[in-house]
């Protein structure tokens, strides 16, 4: 039987009803017992989700104490503030990627969560898909050899009709490309490094000066491996990553969105001994919430993947500086 735990979701948001809701009835991951919306659509929300208790205010959800966690998917400039009021009110927190946006905010919860004894994690759904246990299985085999380079990329077309109020374009909200995509690719290389880089460059597009990013690209050293990255708002759907060592290289052509494929992703593998192409099927964000509930269900987190989530945070803080 799978891990569950009682959630309370801090947003009316577009990704909590597309993908996280119903991942969590589909992984029978716990109740949905309430939203909560600051601008007023809890109420419509909840009676279009089937959630029991709709809030005017994250407060009033907070005080629930039927609610044992929360998953929070406000904008990224709002996750610190959220996450910081939620572990305060014990509660565990599931927060959307990525989950700050300084490193010093990280930092405080590191502090708030040592206290409270509850469980933090970040939302990155892609961690939990078993292409990725199939992709850190060539790597530590020795299939793949010692890692030379990885190159990711994630683009999308971000609606930018007239009157689209998105979140992603506004700075004040933690906008920006490198933010909203670049970090799976950012990501990416600290599950495979296991490791922070000792080197960082990048060049960001701006449509404004000052304003958010809109195409970044990024290329860093970890030890004697490189990686390079580039993400957008401008182009059709793109998410592949390939992973090259000195014996072999696979090639992962739906790395972080193989939901967008009914949850089969493709894996090619390249070695002195030919090419092999490998088909893995999995529910990305039904193992994410069930992840998330069975370490709520343990008492702790799992430290590997806080380590990912600090080296991300980390290596993202960075790449902005390096593109300011
Ligand atoms: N893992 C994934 O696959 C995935 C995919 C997409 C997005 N995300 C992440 O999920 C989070 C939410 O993204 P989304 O696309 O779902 O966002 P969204 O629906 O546009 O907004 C989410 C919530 O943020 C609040 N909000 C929106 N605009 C605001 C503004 N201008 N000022 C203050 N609050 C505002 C609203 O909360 P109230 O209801 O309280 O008003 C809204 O319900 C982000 O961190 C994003 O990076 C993750």
Redesign the pocket.
């Known amino acids: 039987m799978s891990a569950s735990t009682a959630w309370g979701v ?11 809701i119903p991942a969590i009835r589909r992984a029978s991951a716990g109740e949905i017992l309430a939203v ?7 109420h419509a ?1 909840a009676a279009e989700e089937g959630i029991e208790r709709a809030y005017g205010s ?1 407060e009033e959800l907070l005080a629930d104490p039927d609610v044992e966690s929360v998953y ?5 400039g ?2 610190a503030e959220w996450i910081g009021k939620a572990v305060a009110a014990g509660k565990h927190v599931l ?4 989950i700050v946006t300084d490193p010093a905010d990280l930092a405080a919860v590191e502090r708030a969560t040592a206290n409270a004894g509850v469980v933090v994690a970040e ?3 892609y961690r939990h898909h078993p292409q990725v246990a199939e992709l850190r299985r060539l790597l530590t085999d020795g299939t793949l050899g010692d890692l030379v380079a990885v190159e990711a990329r994630l683009h999308f077309a971000l609606d930018r009709r007239e009157g689209a ?4 374009l ?1 700075l004040a ?2 906008g920006g490309s490198l ?2 995509v670049g ?1 799976y690719p950012v990501d990416l290389f600290g599950l495979v490094t296991r490791a922070e880089p000792d080197e960082v460059h990048a060049v960001a597009v701006r449509e404004r000066e000052g304003d958010v990013d809109t195409r970044f690209a990024g290329a860093l050293r970890y030890g004697t491996a490189v990686a390079t990255f580039d993400c957008s708002f401008d182009a059709p759907f793109r998410n592949t990553a390939t992973v090259i060592g000195t014996k072999g290289a696979v090639t992962l052509s739906d790395v972080f ?1 193989a939901d967008r494929h009914g949850g089969t992703a493709s894996l090619v593998l390249e070695t002195e001994t030919g090419r092999q192409e490998l088909a893995v099927e999995g529910d990305q ?1 039904a193992a994410e919430v069930s992840a998330f509930a069975g370490w709520v269900r343990q008492g702790r987190r799992d430290e590997a993947d806080w380590a990912l989530t600090t080296a991300t945070t980390a290596t993202l803080a960075r790449l902005a500086q390096a593109a300011a």
Do not use: T, W
Not at 10 to 20: D, H, K, L, S, Y
Not at 36 to 42: C, Q, R
């Open positions: 801090i947003g009316a948001a577009r990704i909590a009803r597309q993908q996280v909560s919306s600051a601008s007023g659509k809890a929300y994250h929070i998917a406000l904008p990224n709002a996750h927060c959307e990627k990525p939302a990155f759904m109020d998105d979140i992603r506004d909200q933690g933010l909203d970090c969105r964000y």
